[in-house]
């Protein structure tokens, strides 16, 4: 078996993901360096000095097959909470860790290097990313600030990557970061900034946005090739791979390692785990096995419905019903986009017509909130994992997490429910689960409908007399989390599935936003998920 080294260390394997992608959160990072072999190299997400919420949705767009345009805006936790994290997760020896971070002078990039330096096998200085216009590319198009940034961090003592810009040029930014003693180089990232638009509108929040993917394949090998030119530096690339033939044009012209970001979406942490297999094995015997795994259909592209209906049902609820039907399966969930307002993902009540339940929560809801009869609504997906259960099933939902259920019960000829809320205008749908259910439980925290508490106060109870086999929750951590604690007495864990209402951005798994404690992706490896997944 071949040893891969990166510098002095020994690991597993010569493939990344590329910052910003899928290990987003410390709980993925931590189930990927342990569960995928041929990942040698782990890349964090993009750090600053200080927390950074970044850009509003949409931050992602697919504009053709395998390519995409985002526009995340570098959102992050800051330096010392990610130091936080980092310490509270499980890296193999044989894993480089490699931290990317970003600033906007010297001082700034060496201050995150140093709050993070205990953690680090390395640093990639974030110089490029180009939808920013105080950090990445702004700073890449000074090459003696780009000098000075290097230096400062380099003289930390640990190996020093400098993620290069297609955009700049790329000759000059390397001259100037070899001078100052860099240990290696990350390419590319990702090419712009560029528009995409839908029906005249531009689709992501920052308007323009990095393209990546398939797009920059051809631009990604003439940058490598350039590169190699210069310098025998270690370079990890990224930027269009998708199979094996990729890898080895990429090795023809130079490259060392071998990140790949965009080919990953719509993939569950099983499938990431098979394709990086399937890729190892493609190398070694010339065979083309984990293409197959990739996602042709994302269901990225926008569908245009109108208004037929916005019926407030609370000061803060309300319900939109749409002008057309939506084949979807219960456990999926959808976004809902309003362009120059943003988008947010919501379940789908029902699928015919098309409606869904929302809470006012803040802009984008309140902007949904004044959708009259007749206003255009413009969604995408649907996404997620059908969750197919077969047997007596019991519905327990909370809150406008009863909005994910109904599909189960109506779909289903065994099913109970348990709903709540915190009033009786917050119980929507109630005639429609009366008719679907074989029983319906209610409770409200002030005694309007049902009996008067939290939907878990009775829930053993219902629990005994219905038997259930399955059973399905819907709602509030909290809720959630007491639910699983009580149906875990009388049913099979294993049979034990429940949704959270975790942040998901893009619906595709790339973000990475939707992780679990458990180092799972909710979008892709849910919605609906065992307690040994949440």
């Known amino acids: 078996m071949t040893k891969n080294k990166i510098f002095n260390k020994e690991i597993s394997g010569t493939f990344s993901i590329p910052s910003g992608i899928v290990a987003t959160e410390v709980s993925t990072l931590e189930k990927i360096a342990n569960e995928i072999p041929e990942i040698g190299i782990l890349t964090t997400k993009s750090i600053g000095l200080e927390p950074r919420e970044g850009n509003r949705e949409p931050i992602i767009a697919e504009y053709a097959p395998f390519s995409f345009i985002n526009a995340v805006g570098l959102s992050n936790p800051g330096a010392k909470e990610f130091a936080k994290r980092l310490s509270k997760i499980n890296i193999p020896n044989n894993k480089f860790l490699l931290i990317s971070i970003f600033g906007s002078d010297e001082k700034e990039f060496r201050k995150v290097a140093e709050t993070l330096y205990d953690y680090a096998d390395g640093f990639e200085l974030n110089i490029s990313c180009p939808h920013s216009d105080k950090y990445g590319q702004v700073i890449g198009q000074d090459k003696e600030l780009v000098g000075r940034i290097a230096k400062s961090v380099v003289s930390l003592g640990k190996p020093v990557f400098i993620k290069i810009s297609p955009n700049l040029d790329v000759k000059e930014t390397i001259r100037w970061a070899i001078k100052a003693g860099i240990a290696g180089i990350t390419a590319i990232n990702t090419r712009g900034p560029e528009l995409y638009s839908h029906d005249g509108y531009p689709v992501l929040s920052n308007k323009k946005g990095g ?48 990140g790949i970001g965009s080919a990953l979406a719509g993939m569950n942490t099983e499938k990431i785990k098979e394709y990086f297999h399937n890729l190892s094995t493609d190398l070694e015997r010339g065979t083309n096995n984990a293409e197959r795994f990739l996602k042709e259909k994302l269901n ?18 309300f319900l939109l019903t749409l002008n057309n039907n939506l ?42 909130s004044k959708l009259k009869e007749g206003d255009p609504l413009y969604l995408r997906g649907p996404y997620g994992n059908p969750l197919k259960v077969d047997g007596k099933t019991l519905l327990v939902g909370g809150g406008t997490g009863i909005a994910a259920l109904y599909l189960f019960a109506k779909r289903s000829k065994e099913t109970f429910a348990v709903l709540g809320a915190n009033d009786e205008n917050h119980l929507p749908y ?37 038997q259930p086999e399955f059973c399905i929750n819907c709602g509030p951590e909290p809720m959630v989390k007491t639910a699983i604690q009580k149906e875990s007495k009388h049913v099979n864990p294993e049979k034990i599935y429940s949704s959270v209402d975790f942040l998901t951005r893009c619906g595709i798994g790339l973000c990475g936003s939707c992780a679990t404690s458990k180092g799972f992706r909710s979008c892709v490896d849910g919605t609906f998920l065992k307690n040994n997944q949440i």
């Open 211 to 258: 393209v990546s993917g398939k797009a920059i394949l051809e631009l990604g090998l003439k940058c490598i090739k350039e590169i190699r030119k210069i310098t025998n530096l270690p370079i990890i690339v990224c930027g269009g791979i998708r199979g094996a033939e990729d890898v080895k044009n990429y090795k023809k012209v130079g490259a060392d390692f071998f």
């Open 300 to 317: 990225m592209e926008y569908k245009k419905y109108r208004i037929d209906k916005n019926e407030r049902l609370a000061e803060d609820l």
């Open 327 to 368: 084949e979807t399966e219960p456990g999926q969930f959808i976004f809902a986009w309003l362009p120059e307002k943003g988008e947010k993902p919501f379940s789908v009540l029902d699928n015919e017509p098309l409606t869904l339940l929302i809470r006012r929560r803040g802009c984008f809801t309140t902007e949904l």
């Open 430 to 466: 109630i005639k429609e689960f009366k008719s679907a259910c074989k029983e319906l439980h209610l409770a409200t925290e002030n005694g309007e409908a049902g009996y008067k508490g939290l939907v878990t106060d009775k829930l053993e109870e219902v629990i005994k007399k219905t």
